[in-house]
Each structure stands twice: as C-alpha cells, then as structure tokens.
C-alpha cells in the first residue's frame, strides 16, 4: 500500500529575474474543467438531469466548458507573464523553433493545449485584436502514446492485473471501511453503487463507478450548477476517490516507474539538447505535454512530490484541471547562490506548479500573476531547497528505474510476437488464406468467393491437424466452399472489431494479435 509521499512545503514564487539563469522549460498540464463521461449516466441515473446541464450550455460529452477553457486562458496568460514578460525567455509571438506543444490523443487535451497557446501568444499584425491559433501536436495514435499515457497503451495490460490485485485486497477493505459513503452516493445514484460491475465500456469495479460520480460532482461545482448533494458528501466521496486512485494506479514501486512511461527520459533528454553546446542550432526552449491527471498524479509519485490545494474535494493530493507542472532547468551563477540559499553555482533543477483558480473565471479580472499564485514545489528527495542540483535530479530518475527495472521491461513491451511457419500444403495456405476471402464474399457476392477459394487451391479430403482446432473455434466445414466463406465472414466480422485492418486477417487466425491495447486503440 502506497505510504504517501513526503510532504513537500509549497512556497510562493520569487520573480524571475533575468533570462540569463533560465535555460529550458519542459512542462506537462492536465486538461482544463469537462463535461463528464456519457457512461456516468448509465451508472448514476439519479444525477441525469445534472448531466443534461453540461448539454444546455453547448458543451459535448467530456468537452472542455467555457470555465475549463478560461482555465487554460488563464494558464497560458501566466506562462506569458513568467516566461515571456518578466525573463524575456521566449520571444513575444510565437515560434516554433522555441516552444512545441504535444497532446494526448484526445479532443479535450488538443483544445486545451490550443487554448492555452492563445492566452501565451497574441496575433501578428492584421490579427492583432484575437489570438494566434498555437498548433498542438498528437504525440501518438490514441492506446499508442507511451510518453503520457502507458496505461492506455503499452502497460495497459500489466495496469489491468495490478488494479485487480488492489481491488481484491485494499480495495474490498477500503469499500467496506466506507460503506456509509458508498451506500449516500447509492441512493443520490438511484442505484446500488456496488453492482456497477460489468459496463460496456470496461467499467468494472465500485471504484470507477466512484470516479464517475465524483468526477460529475467536481465538474458541476466548477460551472456553478445547483447540486442535489451537499458538500461534505462530496469531499467524503472525493477523498475515497483519490485513495483509490493512488492505490491502484501507483501503489507499488514497479507502477510508480511504468505509470510515467517515457515522460522522465524525454524531459532529461530535452534538459541535455537544450545545454548541449554541439547541438547544431540553438535547441527547443519549451517543450510540453496536454494530457489527463493520471501523468501529473504519476510524476508526483515518481518524483515523491505531494500536491497541496487548499479547496474543497482535493485534499492533500487532489490537483484541479487546468493545473500545469513547469519543469525549468536553471543555471545559477556565483553571485546568486547566496540569494537562492543553494550549495553551489550550476546547473538546477526547480518545479513551478501553477492551477487555476476560481478567480481566472471572473471575467472582471486582469492578468494570470494576479488570479492564482504559482508555487514552487520541492520533490521529496530533496526536501531542503525548490533549487535541485541536476546531477541529483538525473541520479533520483536513473536509481528509480534501475531499482525496478524499465517501465518496457515492467510491460513486456514490445510484445512478442510468434513467428507463423510458412504453409506446408496446399490446405494450410487455403486455411490462412480463408479469412481474406471471407472479406471479399461480402463484397462482391457468394458466388465468386467460394469460385475464389476453390481456384485458389482445391481442398483435399484429410482434415490438416491445425484446421481442426480452427473447426473447433469456428464451426469450420471443409467440404462446402459456401460454407467455409459464410461462416468465417461471421466470425471475422466479430474478429474485426478488435482487429487493426483487414490488411492482417492472419494474425486473428493464429491468436497473434493483443485484442485489448486494439480494442483500446477503437474506443472513441
């Protein structure tokens, strides 16, 4: 069971002074405030009509609101003032050579990382008077990204088993031990929390149907919705939320190294090109990543960093959406280590976090310094200083991955893949040929399919030993072609849901494809 990680005292920001110490940025943030899941309809229909609110002022399922799009305003109007104003680090308009902006594969983190591009950059000339549209990029096809979101995609599988092991353990104790909250959020629900089960949507246990309703709880106080709950229900049912959610995402060493996936490498790699004096032009200043709570929650338990937000449903650990983890690499010279209160002159590393507040929604209000105070956050490895000298920065991340191995070893990823033996006999070949051909009997009728596969290669009487392990699995009738194409065009079209392209029938034949990480990679 997870111990939580040291407390790591939050103080408030001295100004950066000078561009001349800052020499690199690299930055994660979680999406600004959504509309919750459909799902959550399906799993608390008492709360339907407050679903139905998030519809009434045209926001989509899982959108980001007016509210959580002012949250990114607001996070870009402080990384203008902090990294553009104030050190003269980046140039005033935007500059692609200077600062690139990643995505996880999804519409909420593109539109915020967009969102945030303009609060940082105004337009050029001729469009002074709105924003320049930053382009975000998509780091990898959604279930493929394994900088930000192993847990949909080279993890998935190990996740799935570790949450199991959590759910039957600390898990079961835990819904026991809240079984009052469990049972009030049951009856605001309509329904038994504890038979939310089996979802269609992979839904399966009482913790994520939790997540679900408290996130819908989260979402609505947000916009400022009148609520059929009252508040300490909702803190009640946030904090066993987060317990759980640190438990069974991050509850053993092993996970705290596979749940950040790529993300600690590529932030050392772009700190080393950036004070790299061969690189071949000056190198990225800024480099970040729009993705979901689950990577800054991850980052905070792999860097031992214990978030603090003084409001209502966060606790201790809880972050809001729109926050946003600044990375900075420092080079601190003589003169300044007194006034930093650091050991030496060099390279440092420091963390500023900054999370929109409610007063980013007042629309009265000025610029991003004045609404919500950043914070710089020390890691709990080094609790005597937000300054880290980067050798132990790089030291803390080399030991944890040493200690338990690489989150691809963790994750058997890639998986292997058995090598198929070419075909023996003519049978084989028609046998694997038989799924493609399936394909073109929906296509072009009957007829000229089963005329396809008898050209191809006329079947011998003798049933191959591989085929009839096929029969067993799908009703296989070697001796009437019609057959054969009819009954593999059903079983194909349940094959394909989770196959990739119908360009790899093969690979549902012989069970060489992983039907969860396709599946996941389908899932809208």
């Known amino acids: 069971e997870m111990t939580p990680p040291l407390l790591a005292l939050a103080l408030a920001l001295t100004p950066l002074r000078a561009s001349a110490d800052l020499k690199s940025v690299w930055f994660v943030s979680r999406h600004g405030s959504r509309a919750p899941d459909p799902v959550v309809t399906m ?9 139905k609110k998030f519809s009434s002022i045209g926001v989509s399922p899982s959108g980001v609101t007016g509210n959580g799009l002012r949250e990114m305003y607001s996070v870009g109007t402080f990384a203008r003032e902090r990294y553009i104003l104030e050190a003269g680090f980046l140039s005033e308009t935007w500059d692609p050579r200077e600062i690139y902006m990643d995505a996880a594969s999804e519409p909420r983190t593109i539109q915020s990382g967009s969102t945030m591009g303009q609060g940082m950059f105004a337009g050029p000339a001729h469009f002074e008077s709105y924003r320049e549209p930053v382009p975000i990029f998509v780091n990898a096809t959604y ?6 979101e192993t847990r949909k995609a080279g993890c998935a599988l190990r996740l799935a088993r570790d949450k199991q092991r959590w759910d039957e353990t600390h898990g079961a104790a835990l819904w026991k031990k809240k079984e009052a909250i469990v049972h009030s959020l049951s009856q605001l629900c309509k329904v038994d929390l504890r038979l939310a089960l089996d979802y269609s949507d992979g839904m399966d246990n009482l913790g994520d149907a939790i997540k679900d309703v408290t996130d819908l709880m989260m979402f609505a106080d947000r916009e400022g919705f009148a609520a059929p709950w009252n508040m300490t229900l909702y803190e009640d049912a946030r904090a066993i939320a987060l317990e759980q959610l640190y438990g069974r995402l991050f509850g053993t060493p092993q996970q705290r190294t ?12 772009h700190f080393n090109k950036s004070i790299n004096p061969d690189e071949p032009q000056p190198y990225l200043k800024m480099y970040g990543y729009h993705g979901h709570r689950e990577l800054l929650y991850a980052l905070a338990a792999f860097f031992k960093i214990t978030y603090h937000f003084d409001r209502p449903g966060f606790r201790k650990f809880g972050i809001p959406s729109g926050t946003t983890l600044f990375f900075e ?3 601190i010279n003589q003169t300044d280590v007194k006034r930093l209160g650091v050991d030496k002159d060099g390279l440092h590393v420091r963390l500023v976090v900054y999370a929109p507040c409610k007063k980013a929604l007042d629309k009265a ?8 105070f950043a914070k710089a956050y020390r890691f709990g490895f080094y609790p005597s200083n937000d300054y880290v000298p980067y050798d132990l920065f790089r030291q803390h991340i080399e030991n944890q991955i040493q200690s338990t191995g690489t989150w691809k070893e963790l994750c058997d990823y890639p998986p292997v893949v058995r090598e198929k033996k070419p075909p023996q006999t003519c049978t084989d070949q028609d046998n694997n040929n038989t799924v493609f051909y399936a394909t073109l009997y929906v296509a072009i009728g009957a007829a000229v399919a089963a005329a396809s596969v008898s050209a191809l290669c006329p079947m011998d009487q003798s049933v191959p030993a591989n085929l009839e392990k096929e029969e067993d699995k799908y009703h296989h009738h070697h001796h009437h072609h019609h057959h054969v194409a009819s009954h593999h065009v059903a079983s194909h079209h349940k094959a394909h849901q989770y196959a990739p392209s119908s360009s790899e029938p093969t690979q549902i034949m012989d069970g060489t494809h992983d039907r969860t990480t396709a599946e996941q990679q389908h899932r809208p």
């Open 43 to 51: 799993v608390c229909p008492g709360l339907t009509s407050v679903v």
């Open 365 to 372: 209000s000025g610029s991003a310094d004045v609404l919500c």
């Open 329 to 331: 690499l420092h080079d």
């Open 258 to 269: 596979y749940m950040v996936g790529m993300s600690p490498i590529a932030m050392l790699e």
């Open 143 to 148: 279930g493929m990204d394994n900088l930000g």
